[in-house]
């Protein structure tokens, strides 16, 4: 029987154009891109030139910190370009797939008899063992520290989030192979949803939790499962198409980067999931998808924790959802946004839809205000469900006072676990943003 975890705090955000479970066939042009900046704490090294031949599943890039992490191609085919950005920061590396399909040959294993350093050698020669995170410092972790436990998060809750329970449907085998993998090297820990049947999953410890948004972060499942110490470290996986990546490889013997993304938002004509590789491009998914009169805002991921994007953007390697909302830098109103009205939505209940009952809203990407001084108003406790003083470990991130952040519980926290806070906050203020300089120099002093 699973434990059933509860949890008082949050806010769940209803969100118009929610992806219906129906599958779109898509064509690729045939260009694809790796993206260092998707893996957070690596430093890419390129191993390839740009006229190279590559298989799936060879390495494009290694992380220069720890050469054994290679990060595999999605595609076989040519590499057309390397490009770079300020100070020749590598932004990706591009590759211009074959029409026959080639893939490097890892062996099929049986993961029953591997032990811990054969799972780990596994993942590292396929290069796929750079998707696995770690807390503290919400980073790509490395496989010199023995984790203290492994957390994976199959509850996707996020406004507009994808179905994992229907990505998984038909793929149960690869799951387990997966998790099974994982339990060899730690104790590990699947978070799941009360309405979902992960239950049944073997060498996992199942986790149920019941509550609103942010209860699918991994971070707060850490938090209230086993708390991370200063000095210990557990591997986190917020994205549970990696644990697919993982019993793939492990049952095939070969790379398949495939995932399930939901193309949703208020501004998609048709909101519905299509099967994308990790960097595809998003030009043949967004040709037709929406009204190319609106200003909207394409995110890579949901609207929470997502990155801006265009049509010429690459499909993340942790990216679950495609969404476009308005823009909103076109909106024409009546004594701006401050108007009384029924179709906006308020937390703090500043418009009168909340007399309206649950309803779904077709919100916008403005900010609706300026930043401003912090008001300590206990805003962030409400929508933020771990034993943590989220105001005051913001403030002395701000403040530069390491001391008091690791008093604080800054080794316990990511930058999506701020991600609601964000949008509730009066003061404005990019927590996200805060949150992840703070842990990085944290990370630099630790060093």
Known sequence: MANVIKLRKGLD???????????????????YALVPDDFEGVTPKVVVKEG???????AL??????????FASPVSGKVCEVVRGERRKVLCVKVEADKEQQFTDYGKKDVTKMNAQQVIDALLEAGIFGYINQLPYAISTNPSVQPEAIFVSALRDKPLAGNFAYEVKGQEQDFQTGLTALSKIAKTYLGCSIHSSFENYKDVEVNVFDGKCPAGNVGVQVNHIAPVNKGEVVW?????????FIGRLLNTGKVNLT???????????????VDMLVGEELSTLLSNSYDNDHHVRIINGNVLTGRPTTKDGYLG?????????????DADEMLGWIMPRLGHFSV???????????????????????????????????????DIYGEYLIKAIIAGDIDRQEALGIYEVSPEDFALAEFVDSSKLELQRIVREGLNILRKENA
């Open 52 to 58: 190279d031949k590559v298989k799936a599943g060879d």
């Open 317 to 329: 390697a942790h990216t679950s959802e495609i969404t476009v909302i308005p823009e909103g830098n």
């Open 348 to 386: 703090n209940r500043s418009y009168f839809s909340w007399l309206m009952g649950k309803k779904d809203y077709a919100l916008d990407a403005r900010i609706k205000g300026g930043e401003r001084h912090m008001i300590m108003s206990g805003e962030y406790d409400k929508v933020l469900p771990m």
């Open 236 to 244: 986190t996986i917020g994205d549970p198409t990696v644990v697919l």
């Open 13 to 31: 955000i209803h969100l118009q154009g929610k992806a219906e479970e129906k599958l779109m066939q898509l064509k690729s042009k045939g260009y």
């Open 61 to 70: 890039f290694i992380n220069k910190q720890y050469p054994e992490i290679k």
């Open 259 to 273: 995932r399930r993304v939901a193309l949703c938002g208020s501004e998609v004509k048709s909101p519905c999931y």
